[in-house]
Every structure is written in C-alpha cells, then in structure tokens.
C-alpha cells in the first residue's frame, strides 16, 4: 500500500531550492536589464510625443513654440514653451544673434503642460541644429538647456527664426547600461524614434 502522507525529503526539497535559485540568479538581472530598457524606450518615446505636441501647437496656435530640453538637473527635464509671436518681450540670452523677436521669450516664461521628466537612471546629450552627429562616437552637446524651435508651420528652425542649414535636431537617450535611443526632428518637421542595435550596428526604427 502506498504511503499517501509521504511528503519530500529534505536532499529533494534542497535540490529544489537550489534549482530555483539558479534560475533566479540567470533571471532576474535579464528582467532588471529589460525593464530598464523598456524605461529608456519610454522616455525617447515621451521626448518624441512631446516634440509632436510642440510642433502641432505652433502650427494650430499661429505662433513659435519650443521644446527646452535640461540636461543639467537630476533626473533630466523637458519642456513646451510658447514664444511671444510678434510681441515686445526680452530677448533670449541663449540666442544672442537672434533679430527676429517672434521667437523671444515672454518675460514670464509660458510653459504649458508642465515640466516632464525621464526616469532617474535616463540622460540625454542633445545635439543643437545642424550640428548632429552620428552615434555610436563622441556626441557634441549644446550648452545646456537645449532648446528645439518650430515655427508656424511646424518646422524645426534656428533660434532666429532662420531654416536649419544642414540637417535637423537628434536627442540621444542613454541609460546606465549604455543602450541608446534617438529622437530625430528632420529638417521638414518629421519627428521619428530609434534605438541602436549594438549587434548589428545600425539604428533600428521604432
């Protein structure tokens, strides 16, 4: 007749432990590595969403906007801000060849939506325009903050109000694992997200 109250031996019930402990220590730091990947592709996603907003809210509003990007706090800030138009306001210290006061600040900064954050372990190095350059390699940031503007028609121009001469605005997202996004605004106002493929050395669009 068979015992049916028999239980496992200790020896089993150690093999057993020690097999999940295995397991465990293979899977956890791929699922902390993963969601931390998963918190980077969030937040270049978040930049993008928001650079769509900038750009649509100066075309439906008829009036500059810009996107401030602040590298310099802990975690890493973004902002929308809407520009004076044609307004008397004070000039930009940030822009000190600007001659075109529609893109001067008010003197009351007007941020609408608030101010956005990445995820604490999330920097980005941002690239002013015409002065992007390809990742991986030594990526030349502005002075921080970085600020992205669009004019009426929502394409991405120079802090005067002038085209970009040579290519757009690239935001590079970077996590502690160094895996890398970018957040591309072409000069025609296409606002597309990537991340690099370390395997196989290319970006890959998302």
């Given at each position: ?12 019930l150690l093999i057993a432990i020690l ?78 060849s600007s001659t075109n006061s529609a ?81 591309v605004v072409s000069v025609g106002g ?17």
């Amino acid at each position: 007749m068979v015992d049916r109250d028999q239980g496992f031996t200790i020896s089993e019930l150690l093999i057993a432990i020690l097999i999940m402990g295995i397991v465990a220590a293979f899977a956890i730091p791929q699922a902390y590595s993963a969601l931390k990947a998963y918190r980077l592709h969030a937040d270049a996603a978040s930049i993008a969403g928001q650079l769509n907003v900038t750009r649509f809210r100066a075309t439906s509003q008829f009036a500059p906007y810009r996107l401030n990007l602040i590298s310099t706090t802990t975690p890493s800030t973004f902002t929308m801000e809407r520009l004076n138009g044609n307004a008397t306001s004070n000039n930009d210290s940030n822009c000190s060849s600007s001659t075109n006061s529609a893109y001067f600040p008010y003197s009351t900064a007007s941020i609408e939506g608030g101010t956005q954050y990445l995820s604490s372990e999330d920097t980005f190095t941002t690239t002013n325009p015409g002065g992007s350059s390809n990742y991986p390699g030594t990526v030349t940031g502005g002075t921080p903050p970085t600020k992205v503007y669009f004019n009426t028609r929502g394409m991405p121009v120079n802090c005067d109000g002038t085209p970009i001469a040579n290519g757009g605005v690239v935001v590079y997202v970077k996590n502690r694992d160094n895996l890398t996004d970018a957040v591309v605004v072409s000069v025609g106002g296409r606002i597309a997200q990537y991340q690099w493929s370390s395997t196989q050395n290319k970006w890959i669009s998302r």
